[in-house]
């Protein structure tokens, strides 16, 4: 895994437009190289904001959306365009608003989704599909973005919960910590296949998160960002807020 690097703007909106701008970079770098490429979407205030900004800005051109293949870290277990979903947020603030292909959008199955009130059933699914996308193996996506949220939890990784020893690539997580309770997400052998990891963080609330998780002494039990790193690259996008309990 890679050592997190770190970059500091000064409120979240410059965060967001700078992010955005990275992400038009490393998704037309990853087609010229490969002719194809893959992103891992997060939800939360930030990862919109970043998807908002990408959506407003001219340079989103220079990304061919027909070649480019969108999942998500996690999802909230609820109706298919329930507000709380994290892939209703990302069609409003991106993915209505660019050409890209339908079947390259992998959505997480919504409750009244193929496989009904049963997370287990969407997530095995989930799983099915990403194995099915890499070959036999979890896709070596070329930028996972996640959020943070103040108790340092990725995706819907939270503190001391099971899932955070699953080896599977994809799983249910019942009785979260923040509403609602039902979830989907991937696991640490998923989040780690990437090529790389950005972790987007603003807020004074998301501070100390943000310290556990830049801590060379950091358990991932108790603080789930800091297990999230990329193959290649990880980074750390923050505000002056977020980074305030950073050293030095």
Not at 16 to 32: G, H, P
Not at 156 to 178: I, N, T, W
Not at 214 to 233: I, Q, T
């Amino acid at each position: 895994m890679s050592a997190p690097a770190v970059l500091v703007h000064r409120d979240q909106d410059l965060l967001a437009a700078a992010a955005a701008a990275r992400l038009v970079t490393a998704i037309a770098d990853a087609q010229a190289a490969r002719g194809s490429a893959s992103v891992v979407l997060t939800g939360g205030g930030v990862g919109t904001a970043v998807l908002a900004a990408l959506a407003a800005a001219p340079a989103r051109d220079a990304i061919d959306w027909g070649r480019l293949d969108v999942w998500w870290g996690d999802e909230r277990f609820r109706p298919a365009g329930d507000a709380e979903r994290n892939e209703t947020g990302a069609r409003a603030a991106l993915l209505d608003h660019v050409p890209a292909d339908p079947a390259r959008v992998h959505p997480m199955a919504p409750s009244d989704g193929p496989d009904g009130d049963d997370p287990e059933a969407a997530a095995e699914r989930y799983a099915a599909e990403l194995l099915a996308a890499g070959g036999g193996a979890v896709p070596a996506f070329d930028v996972l973005m996640l959020g943070v949220g103040p108790d340092a939890h990725v995706a819907s990784l939270f503190p001391g919960m099971p899932a955070l020893h699953d080896e599977r690539p994809v799983v249910a997580v019942h009785g979260s910590p923040k509403p609602p309770p039902t979830r989907i997400s991937l696991t640490f052998p998923s989040l780690r296949a990437a090529r790389e990891v950005w972790v987007l963080a603003a807020g004074e609330s998301k501070a100390e998160a943000v310290r556990l998780g830049l801590s060379a002494d950091a358990d991932p039990e108790k603080a789930p960002v800091a297990g999230a790193r990329g193959r290649e690259r990880t980074l750390f996008l923050l505000d002056t807020a977020a980074a305030s309990r950073l050293p030095g």
